[in-house]
């Protein structure tokens, strides 16, 4: 932050703590409350800001070393001259609130504008030999020992499930129709024709 001296009428001078920032449509807020939740936090500095014109985003992190700050994307720079002349100093939840113009561009804004660009994540570039991508890009061995040894104890299972003669002409696996289901299975049921359906006892 730059600080320059003013003068003043009653005696030294006294330091003044404008500054030097252009002015810019993102809002850069400290000294403000740590123990709001995050959520309320950034819903409490949209209600406030947005009297002053439209609020694009609000960022408001909790880490450690942002705690206590935040940034306000305002559509235009006017509305972020109006909102930081009428809010400097105000008191939010107990503190008071300080703000000057962010030193970059915000995200929100280089989105709309078209200059976004993605963050780059250095990469270490790797090269191997071939005989270091033959060994790597081949099946380990214990895996192909492993899958001829599922596939035998496959096979053997199936064998002890269904007998050591399976039929060849039925399909295993499969569900019985109901005409292939003999009779002994369930209880035969005996129909009473003495008494014809339409009689019940409910004549009462």
């Known amino acids: 932050m730059v600080s320059r001296v003013m003068p003043s009428h009653n005696g030294p001078s006294q330091k003044s703590s404008t500054t030097s920032e252009a002015p810019n ?3 850069y807020c ?8 995050k959520r ?3 819903l409490a500095l949209y209600t406030l800001f947005s009297t002053y014109g439209p609020v694009l985003d609000v960022v408001a992190l909790k880490t450690s070393k942002m705690r206590g700050q935040a940034h306000i994307v305002f559509r235009d720079v006017q509305a972020s001259t109006q909102a930081m002349r009428a809010l400097q100093g105000f008191d939010f939840f107990g503190k008071e609130m300080k703000m000057q113009y962010a030193k ?23 090269t191997s030999t071939e005989l270091q991508q033959s060994i790597f890009n081949a099946l380990p061995s214990s895996s192909v020992a492993a899958v001829s040894t599922a596939a035998s104890t496959t096979k053997e299972s199936e064998i002890s499930l269904n007998g050591p ?19 002994e299975e369930g209880a035969p ?3 009473d ?3 014809p359906m339409e009689a019940s006892s409910d004549d009462d």
């Open 40 to 42: 309320d936090l950034r």
């Open 104 to 126: 970059g561009k915000s995200d929100t804004i280089a989105k709309l504008d078209g200059t976004y660009r993605m963050p780059v994540i250095p990469t270490h570039v790797v």
């Open 193 to 195: 024709d003495s008494e």
């Open 189 to 191: 049921m005996e129909e």
């Open 25 to 27: 449509q993102t809002l």
């Open 165 to 183: 003669k399976a039929d060849a002409d039925e399909p295993q696996g499969l569900k019985r129709r109901r005409e292939d289901e003999s009779d």
């Open 30 to 37: 400290t000294n403000l409350p740590d123990k709001l939740q």
